[in-house]
C-alpha cells in the first residue's frame, strides 16, 4: 500500500489528535512531578542522626538514666516532706495536749532523718543529672551541627539531580520534537506534549526553590530560565533554518519561482519577477525541468 508523505507544516492538527496530547501533557507531567519529589526521598532518605557514634550515644543514655534517677529522687524528698511535716504537726499538738510524746518523739526523729536523707539524695541527683545534661547536649550541639552539614549537602544535591532531570526533559523534548520534524511525523502533537510537560515542570522547580530554597539555593530558578530559554532561541532557530530550507520545495509545488516566490507562466524559463532561471536542462536525460522539483518530470531522476 502506498503512502503520501506531506509536509508537517502543511498538516493540520484535528481537535482529537489536540485533545490526546493535553491528556498525554497530564500523564507526563504527573509521572515527572511524582519523580521530581521521589528525587528529594532517595537523597535525603536517612536520618542524619543515625551517624552518632557508641560514645555519644552512651552520653546520651547517661543524661537520660541521670534524668530518671533525679526525678525519682525529687519525689522521694517529696514523700519525706510530707512525712516530716505530718510528723512534725502530730508531735506538737501531743505536747500542747500533754499527751505522751515518746512514740511520736521517735517518729519525728525517724522522719526528720528520712528527709535530711532524701534533701541529699535528691541534691545529688540533681548535680549529676545537670552534668549529665550538660555534656548530652554538648553532644546534641555536635550531632545538630554535622545534621545541618549533610542536610545542606544533600539540599545541594537533590537541587542538582531535579535540576538535571528538569534540563534533561526540557532538551531531550526539543530534540524529540525536532526528530519528529526531520520525519515528518504526524506524532509531532505528541512532542509539543512532552515540551510542555516540561515546561510546566520548569515551573514547579523554580517556584519550588523560590519559596524553599532562598539560601543558598536561590540561583535554581535563574539557571532553568536561562537555559529554558537557550534551548528554545536554539530550536526556533533551527525551525527557522529548517522552513529556509523548504520555502524553494513549497513555492515549486505551487507554481512560483522558487527564488522570490513570483508566479511562473509558460512564457519562458526565466522568473518575470526576479530574472533568476526557473527551467534548466536535466543532468541525467537534459529535458527540461522546473528548477526545485525533487524529481524530474520526464525520467524521474533526483
Known sequence: MSTTRLDTDEIESTRTEKFLAVILTLFLLVGSIWLYLKIGDWVESDDPYSSMTSQQHAVVKTADDAAIAADNAMRQHELATTALDKARADYDLALQAGDPITDLKRTYEHAQASYDAAAATASSAQARNEEAQDAANRVYEEVNKKADRIHDTRGWITAGLRLLLVGGWIAASFGFVRRLRDRESRYLPLGFATIAAGAILSIVFAADYVFDYINPLDLGPI?????????????????????????PGRRTRKGECPFCGYPVRDHGPYCEGCGREVIASCASCDESRRVGTPHCASCGAN
Not at 223 to 246: D, E
Open 223 to 247: 539557571v532553568i530560565a536561562a537555559f529554558g530559554a537557550l534551548v528554545t532561541v536554539l530550536t526556533f532557530v533551527a525551525v527557522q533554518r529548517r522552513l529556509v530550507a523548504r520555502i
